[in-house]
């Protein structure tokens, strides 16, 4: 296991949060966007806690915010705002919570737990993790996205929310974990979910041939790990590599032979994740023929999500045209 250069490294990540120095290949990709619109009982001006206490969502409302209530703050759906993110998009947010609910509420599993009863019990931290499901089309790929938060809180409503919304409208399916925090836990947590949707492949109607890790910041880090060692290294099973990791800003530096094709993305003006870092890194990685994809984007600060409205709108597109390549038969 890779635990002592992890925890080394989430070490480096929190000082600099807190300002310190230290489907088959052949199979056919998705249609390009399923047009959805979701109705649904909230607004920008619905009160988060009613999303929270609204029955529908049962025992999984709580996760859909962090846990953590000292990382996010406002009382609407329209005001949230969450700690080291930027570019929070209400219209997002709202489109969010209406999909979710709107599929609940026909009977739609939306939300899975990863661990059984007796694991929650014998951890009681496990009690807030788990996957939301954002379905797409039956048989295509999945995407597993990581939201950051530090490895202090995850930051789903920005981080990995929207990016599995948008994946599912294009026809993957798409799953958002809810982790615990913490570099090692982290890790966990993402390796029981790739085993977990393995496992359970049939009933999701999910491919897992060429499936692919998302990861922003934290997130990014977890999804990187994983690809470097794969989930044997956390405790489960040995699985397949992903087909491609996506990293959005992170100044993840560590790297193996065996790492998967890898796209990034990051803001020239992130204080938290210095571009240069991951251009040497993805410049390491193709020297050694591994494929890849790096952009950078000038004034953009950290956790920019979807980059809805600036200099990075149209990334995630990239990324899946990046993804597909990979997971195309190889001449």
């Given amino acids: 296991?890779?635990?002592?250069?992890?925890?080394?490294?989430?070490?480096?990540?929190?000082?600099?949060?807190?300002?310190?120095s230290a489907g088959?290949?052949?199979?056919?990709?998705?249609?390009?966007?399923?047009?959805?619109?979701?109705?649904?009982?909230?607004t920008a001006d619905t009160p988060v806690e009613a999303v929270l206490q609204d029955e529908v969502f049962g025992d999984y409302g709580r996760p859909l915010f962090p846990v953590d209530t000292g990382y996010w703050s406002g009382d609407t759906l329209g005001e949230l705002q969450l700690t080291w993110y930027n570019n929070i998009d209400p219209e997002e947010t709202v489109e969010i919570v209406n999909t979710l609910w709107q599929r609940a509420e026909v009977g739609e599993t939306v939300f899975y737990d990863i661990y059984t009863e007796a694991e929650k019990?014998?951890?009681?931290?496990?009690?807030?993790?788990?996957?939301?499901?954002?379905?797409?089309?039956?048989?295509?790929?999945?995407?597993?996205?990581?939201?950051?938060?530090?490895?202090?809180?995850?930051?789903?409503?920005?981080?990995?929310?929207?990016?599995?919304?948008?994946?599912?409208?294009?026809?993957?399916?798409?799953?958002?974990?809810?982790?615990?925090?913490?570099?090692?836990?982290?890790?966990?947590?993402?390796?029981?979910?790739?085993?977990?949707?393995?496992?359970?492949?049939?009933?999701l109607e999910v491919d897992t041939e060429g499936y692919s890790l998302w990861g922003g910041s934290a997130g990014a880090r977890m999804a990187a790990w994983l690809g470097s060692y794969g989930p044997g290294?956390?405790?489960?099973?040995?699985?397949?590599?992903?087909a491609a990791v996506v990293l959005q800003y992170t100044g993840h530096a560590e790297y193996t032979p065996e790492d998967p094709p890898t796209f990034a993305c990051v803001g020239e003006s992130d204080w938290i994740a210095n571009w240069r870092t991951m251009e040497r890194r993805l410049q390491a990685l193709q020297d050694l023929g591994i494929p890849t994809e790096f952009h950078h984007y000038p004034g953009l600060p950290h956790g920019f999500g979807l980059g809805t409205g600036t200099v990075a709108e149209g990334w995630l597109d990239e990324a899946v045209a990046f993804w597909e390549a990979q997971r195309a038969p190889q001449s």
């Fill in 24 to 42: 088959g290949a052949d199979r056919a990709a998705p249609a390009d966007r399923v047009q959805q619109e979701p109705t649904g009982p909230f």
């Fill in 121 to 203: 019990a014998q951890d009681p931290d496990k009690a807030d993790t788990g996957l939301f499901f954002f379905k797409g089309e039956a048989g295509a790929p999945f995407a597993v996205c990581n939201a950051g938060g530090g490895f202090a809180y995850v930051g789903a409503m920005q981080d990995s929310f929207p990016h599995a919304l948008e994946l599912s409208k294009r026809g993957y399916n798409a799953f958002a974990l809810i982790y615990r925090p913490g570099a090692q836990t982290a890790c966990e947590d993402l390796a029981r979910a790739i085993a977990w949707i393995f496992a359970h492949a049939g009933e």
């Fill in 233 to 242: 290294a956390f405790g489960e099973e040995d699985l397949p590599r992903p």
């Fill in 1 to 20: 296991m890779k635990g002592t250069a992890i925890l080394a490294s989430a070490l480096c990540l929190a000082l600099s949060l807190t300002g310190c």
